[in-house]
T-cell receptor, first 114, second 113 residues
């Protein structure tokens, strides 16, 4: 069965520091991969997605993610974190050919120190 | 372009009652999916509707049911509410063939007492 693991429950970084959030997935083939962000009490906003092609994808708000097939990973990065980036981040996997079932990790809560 | 909207924002029910949550999909989208997000967890897929029919279902009991209307809006109905049904319910809309790319609404927070 497919699964998504986000090993870090909570990460704290200083404003201006770099950020990397980890995501590992279990799937027999190359899935569709997504990162979503959720602010408190809000729905999910799509940051970026990977379907095929270039393994380094750019998203909104200065985020990027790299798909590494050999490591079954899709880590999210940002070179310089802003206080407004404090939120919960979810990695999700979509099965090719499925009818829309996204499988989410449990999320990583990001706190930003001034 | 109008995004995904959900109503109500918050809802409090008691155990055993029934609840209906509503979702209007983003303009042009033909598919609606529903997710349950318990506190401290990631969203879990409940089901998806396309052309007014259920098009896929997660591991949820039959007391979770839905509808999709000709204008692509949708309802999620939950019967015989249990305490564990307390969660944020998220609706997401998409095109059926859009590689699972889904756009989420703000959610409905359901509390079951």
């Amino acid at each position: 069965a497919q699964s998504v693991t986000q090993p870090d429950i909570h990460i704290t970084v200083s404003e201006g520091a770099s950020l990397e959030l980890r995501c590992n997935y279990s799937y027999g083939a190359t899935p569709y991969l997504f990162w979503y962000v959720q602010s408190p009490g809000q729905g999910l906003q799509l940051l970026l997605k990977y379907f095929s092609g270039d393994t380094l994808v750019q998203g909104i708000k200065g985020f990027e993610a790299e798909f590494k097939r050999s490591q079954s990973s899709f880590n999210l990065r940002k070179p310089s974190v802003h206080w407004s980036d404090a939120a919960e981040y979810f990695c999700a996997v979509g099965e090719r050919g499925s009818q829309g079932n996204l499988i989410f990790g449990k999320g990583t809560k990001l706190s930003v120190k001034p | 372009e109008t995004g995904v909207t959900q109503s109500p924002t918050h809802l409090i029910k008691t155990r055993g009652q029934q609840v209906t949550l509503r979702c209007s999909s983003q303009s042009g989208h033909n598919t609606v999916s529903w997710y349950q997000q318990a506190l401290g967890q990631g969203p879990q897929f409940i089901f998806q509707y396309y052309r007014e029919e259920e098009n896929g279902r997660g591991n949820f009991p039959p007391r979770f049911s839905g509808l999709q209307f000709p204008n692509y809006s949708s309802e999620l109905n939950v019967n015989a509410l249990e305490l564990d049904d307390s969660a944020l319910y998220l609706c997401a809309s998409s095109f059926l063939t859009s590689y699972n790319e889904q756009f989420f609404g703000p959610g409905t927070r359901l509390t079951v007492l």
